[in-house]
């Protein structure tokens, strides 16, 4: 409220300094019933504050002259006063716009010699995507007329749109170094370079020495010489007679291979599966949705925001975009919470 006392009192000033003026922008409050989709089942509707501070700065259109002016019109109602649907701003989160479930909070306000005069449109593009709010404008039937000098609240005369680039120098702050710190670092730093010395001794007086066994090994230090490999296997001693098996046909060695094979498969696949089923027993996966009561449909998780005991905790609802509560094709009112895992 008090964002909208200092502009009411700021246009006002303009006003009686003989300028027009117009109020162009989101003021996050539905003005009529015909601005807001679900304006009946709100409670104390007219009791607004925004909407009480918007009675005292626009006219009423439907009384008679007199009676309710204002200083301000709105100037979509000034051209449209009855058209319905008409909204500016819808909830991302519940799919509003796809059932045109919103409300109209979006103006281009102006004063009333300058609308009644000069206005000869206003309107809204509610098929312009990008936003949860749609542009609105106006057309004027005005001629541009070159100003002798720029106001005084001119944007151009903010440091941020002067037209020069700043330096990063002009983002720090020179700081003042106290005497007695610089004193009491002097002495800290000979010593750190004292004790720097001794550490650069010590990492030169560890480098290995030429001709010295410590370092690096030589190629030829992985090899071994023939004479030694025919040593070793002349120590290797021969199998007896008793051991050696008699030799099988090739029959004999194809069936081994075959049943050899097929215990190796039959583990392996075994193995497989007992993998799979301890996985499967770790990590579960989701559970399958829900479904709504009204259409039969998966439902959709969602986590509860606002601060309180349920804060974090999950729940379902219906996956279908927010609407009228008589349209069968909107969002119903299932609601589920979600058991903890």
């Known amino acids: 409220m008090r964002f909208y006392r200092l502009l009411q009192i700021r246009a006002e000033a303009l006003l009686a300094a003989g300028s027009h003026v117009i109020i162009l922008g989101d003021l996050n409050t539905a003005?009529?019933?015909?601005?807001?989709?679900?304006a009946v089942n709100l409670e104390y509707f007219e009791e607004d504050p925004g909407r009480k501070w918007m009675d005292g700065l626009l006219s009423n259109l439907g009384c008679q002259a007199g009676s309710h002016v204002r200083p301000f019109i709105?100037?979509?109602?000034y051209f449209q006063p009855k058209q319905e649907g008409a909204f500016t701003c819808w909830s991302i989160v519940t799919g509003a716009r796809h059932l045109n479930y919103g409300s109209r909070i979006d103006y281009v306000l102006g004063d009333r010699t300058l609308v009644i005069d000069t206005f000869q449109a206003s309107?809204?593009?509610?098929?312009m995507m990008g936003s949860d709010h749609c542009p609105v404008g106006a057309v004027l039937s005005v001629s541009s007329?070159?100003?002798?000098?720029?106001?005084?609240?001119?944007?151009?005369?903010?440091p941020e749109f002067a037209g020069t680039q700043l330096k990063i120098l002009h983002f720090l702050v020179r700081l003042k170094q106290d005497p007695v710190f610089k004193q009491s670092t002097l002495p800290l730093s000979n010593q750190t370079q004292v004790q720097m010395r001794p550490n650069k001794a010590r990492v030169h007086s560890s480098r290995p020495r030429p001709g010295s066994t410590r370092g690096q090994k030589q190629l030829m230090s992985y090899f071994q010489s023939s004479s030694s490999r025919l040593q070793a296997s002349a120590n290797l001693e021969l199998p007896s007679l008793g051991t050696l098996v008699t030799p099988k046909t090739p029959e004999d060695k194809v069936t081994a291979k075959v049943v050899q094979g097929q215990s190796k498969a039959s583990e392996a696949k075994n193995e497989k599966e007992v993998r799979i089923s301890f996985w499967k027993s770790v990590l579960g996966g989701p559970l399958p949705m829900p479904l709504c009561r009204g259409h039969?449909?998966?439902?959709?998780?969602?986590?509860?925001?606002?601060?309180?005991?349920?804060?974090?905790?999950?729940?379902?609802?219906?996956?279908?975009?927010?609407?009228?509560?008589?349209?069968?094709?909107?969002?119903?009112?299932?609601?589920?919470?979600?058991?903890?895992?």
């Not at 003005?31 to 679900?38: E, K, S, T």
């Not at 709105?74 to 109602?77: E, K, M, N, P, T």
């Not at 309107?123 to 098929?127: A, G, K, N």
Request: proline share 17%.
């Open 31 to 38: 003005h009529r019933p015909i601005d807001h989709w679900d």
């Open 74 to 77: 709105d100037s979509y109602r």
């Open 123 to 127: 309107f809204l593009l509610p098929e």
């Open 145 to 158: 007329v070159p100003a002798k000098q720029c106001p005084p609240l001119c944007t151009r005369f903010l």
């Open 296 to 341: 039969k449909e998966p439902c959709v998780m969602r986590t509860v925001k606002k601060p309180g005991p349920n804060l974090g905790r999950h729940f379902y609802m219906c996956a279908r975009p927010q609407g009228p509560p008589t349209d069968p094709s909107a969002r119903c009112n299932f609601f589920l919470w979600s058991r903890p895992s």
